[in-house]
Nanobody
Framework: QVQLVESGGGVVQPGGSLRLSCARS????????WGWYRQAPGKQRELVAN???????NYADSVNGRFTISRANAKNSVGLQIIILIPDDTAVYYC?????????WGQGTQVTVSS
């Protein structure tokens, strides 16, 4: 079975930076899309960014220019570099993979932005 494990969350001040990572175990098709979603208390889960098989990326307007998604060379992990954190980024961040006919989720990692 496929499992996803996120790491890298923490508590930081506004203007700080974090790098989140997601490691995959198990086998999936090489044709896939990785993504990051987040969910703040009392709000719906929303797409933050994703990256497709050949490297094309998409970002939510709220994070565009501040977040960067990338694949590792081994292609069994994905990162999310957050270069400028703001309080509205506070949420649980979830790793996500879509392949044909299947969707996988990680357990999430907490990011808290507070002074």
């Amino acid at each position: 079975q496929v499992q996803l494990v996120e790491s890298g969350g923490g508590v930081v001040q506004p203007g700080g930076s974090l790098r989140l990572s997601c490691a995959r175990s198990g086998s999936i098709s090489r044709f896939n899309t990785w993504g990051w979603y987040r969910q703040a208390p009392g709000k719906q889960r929303e797409l933050v960014a994703n990256i497709a098989t050949f490297g094309s990326t998409n970002y939510a307007d709220s994070v565009n220019g501040r977040f960067t998604i990338s694949r590792a060379n081994a292609k069994n992990s994905v990162g999310l570099q957050i270069i400028i954190l703001i309080p509205d980024d506070t949420a649980v961040y979830y790793c996500h993979i879509v392949v044909v006919g299947r969707t996988y989720w990680g357990q999430g990692t907490q990011v808290t932005v507070s002074s």
